[in-house]
């Protein structure tokens, strides 16, 4: 248990050259957010005290991006090796209790794997995170006396040949008390090969101090991995997804492939949700119970009703959707669309910033754009909101039980009374009265004898 105060530093101020890319690295997506959103996040959930972030020269577009007012943001302005880093932020922290030290790059460490770390630096010791892995090229290896216990870290380019082979790498994570840490750093130099001042030279000089060395281990193979590049970024990418997609299987949810699964934001599912593979899901989407989702469907903020079908290859953005209502297949909803209960939209329909009441059905081929639909209405396939003058958007209102038949031209701003039947191929200029047939057609003529021309 950890009962003294806890305070976070992140570091941060890395280029990340490897990326390739003129966005720092810290802010590239994972499921949709910074990357270094997820480390603060992890370090949020441990409730630390302070929580200060190391960021380099041209870091205050990091600042400006996450905007998290929790955060106290250090500036490194010369990357002069982790332990330097560190040395920049303690000014920043209270002079007491467990300093944890994390990467803004490692994105992904579980809660209890840090919290124990934590907990075994409470007991005034340091304690380190580190990892037997098959290949340990490229980390700082841990090296251990003639009775297995901790004497050093040394970094891979000052490492002898045998200091190589070892497999025990340091993961980056320390956790330390605070005025151990000040003093440790203090002592340490920067006669390395890359003349950096290392943090993992903490290990030596808490050894030289008598400081026992407390050693833990993550909870998964995986969770240390950090991000250098972006096949670094990939993969990380698809296990933070199967981490989402894990948990939505152990709330209920039944996904027909949980690797073919994004979710980019929050997703709330009510009971026997069912998502069909490769969809896509951004911000915040709510699923009531029952719902289904099918194949390929893309939904950025939107609310789904219970009992709703969403049918393959739709795109739902900023909407809501009643219940028992059936979308597509291939229909586009886009912001500003409610749909109410048991509302029907089929194939090749799109529908913007417009209500649909309930039980009302735009089956085939139609734009539906800046209207208000009562309840029951039908639109025929075809039919189309002439919604837009070449400079303003105009608003078309159809009543409740409207029949809007196939290939319907509504020019707004234009009203269609309640219980009307708009004829086939109309194109609407002047409201429409209530009940009744109204037309436009031409008249049909046929021309007996006529040929067709040829080649
Ligand atoms: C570091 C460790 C190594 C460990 C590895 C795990 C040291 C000396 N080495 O090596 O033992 O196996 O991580 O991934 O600590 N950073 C700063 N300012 C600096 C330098 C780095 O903020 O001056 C930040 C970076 O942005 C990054 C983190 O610190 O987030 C680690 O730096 P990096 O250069 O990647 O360290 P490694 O050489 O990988
Ligand atoms: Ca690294």
């Known amino acids: 248990m950890t009962t003294q105060p806890l305070q976070v530093v992140v570091l941060a101020a890395g280029k990340g050259k490897r990326m390739?890319?003129?966005?720092?690295?810290?802010?590239?997506?994972?499921?949709?957010?910074?990357?270094?959103?997820?480390?603060?996040?992890?370090?949020r959930r441990l409730a630390p005290g302070r929580l200060a972030v190391v960021i380099g020269h041209g870091g205050e577009a990091v600042a400006a991006r996450l905007d998290a007012p929790d955060v106290a943001w250090v500036v490194q302005d010369r990357q002069l090796g982790t332990a330097h880093a560190v040395m920049q932020a303690m000014p920043r922290l209270e002079r007491s209790g467990v300093v944890l030290v994390l990467y803004g790059d490692v994105p992904r460490i579980a809660t209890g794997t840090l919290r124990s770390l934590v907990d075994a630096a409470a007991e005034n010791q340091l304690a380190i995170l580190t990892q037997e892995v098959d290949d340990p090229r490229g980390y700082g290896r841990v090296v251990r006396d003639g009775s297995g216990r901790v004497a050093r870290i040394v970094e891979e380019r000052d490492a002898t040949e045998a200091e190589r082979a070892i497999r025990e790498v340091n993961t980056g994570v320390v956790a330390a008390p605070f005025a151990r840490l000040e003093k440790w750093l203090e002592s340490i130099g920067n006669a390395n090969v890359q003349g950096e001042y290392y943090l993992t030279d903490i290990v030596g000089a808490a050894v030289a101090d008598g400081c026992p060395v407390a050693v833990r281990r993550p909870q998964s193979a995986t969770e240390c991995l950090g991000v250098n590049s972006k096949r670094e970024l990939a993969r990380l990418?698809?296990?933070?997804?199967?981490?989402?997609?894990?948990?939505?299987?152990?709330?209920?949810?039944t996904l027909a492939d949980p690797a073919r699964?994004?979710?980019?934001?929050?997703?709330?599912?009510?009971?026997?949700?069912?998502?069909?593979?490769?969809?896509?899901?951004?911000?915040?989407?709510?699923?009531?119970?029952?719902?289904?989702?099918?194949?390929?469907?893309?939904?950025?903020e939107v609310s789904v009703g219970a009992g709703t079908e969403i049918r393959p290859y739709c795109v739902l953005e900023e909407a809501s959707v009643g219940e028992r209502a059936r979308i597509g297949p291939y229909a586009r909803i886009r912001p500003g669309t409610e749909l109410a209960d048991e509302v029907h939209v089929g194939n090749f329909v799109e529908v913007k910033a417009s209500t649909l009441g309930?039980?009302?059905?735009?089956?085939?081929?139609?734009?539906?754009?800046?209207?208000?639909?009562?309840?029951?209405?039908?639109?025929?396939a075809g039919t189309i909101t002439c919604n837009y003058d070449g400079a303003n958007k105009h608003r078309t209102v159809i009543e409740d039980d409207v029949h809007i038949g196939s290939d319907v031209q509504l020019v707004a701003p234009v009203t269609v009374g309640k219980g009307a039947t708009v004829g086939a191929?109309?194109?609407?200029?002047?409201?429409?009265?209530?009940?009744?047939?109204?037309?436009?057609e031409a008249k049909q003529v046929s021309k007996p004898g006529w040929k067709r021309p040829r080649k």
Do not use: W
């Open 20 to 43: 390739h890319s003129r966005l720092p690295k810290v802010l590239h997506p994972l499921a949709g957010r910074p990357m270094l959103l997820h480390v603060l996040e992890s370090a």
């Open 237 to 253: 990418e698809r296990l933070v997804q199967l981490d989402r997609a894990n948990a939505l299987l152990d709330a209920g949810v």
């Open 261 to 300: 699964l994004d979710v980019r934001g929050e997703l709330a599912c009510g009971e026997d949700v069912f998502i069909d593979a490769n969809c896509l899901f951004e911000g915040r989407v709510t699923l009531g119970d029952g719902v289904s989702v099918g194949a390929g469907c893309v939904l950025r």
């Open 358 to 380: 309930r039980g009302s059905k735009a089956n085939h081929l139609a734009y539906v754009g800046d209207a208000t639909v009562g309840r029951d209405v039908n639109i025929g």
């Open 425 to 440: 191929g109309a194109t609407i200029v002047k409201d429409v009265p209530p009940g009744g047939l109204t037309l436009t």
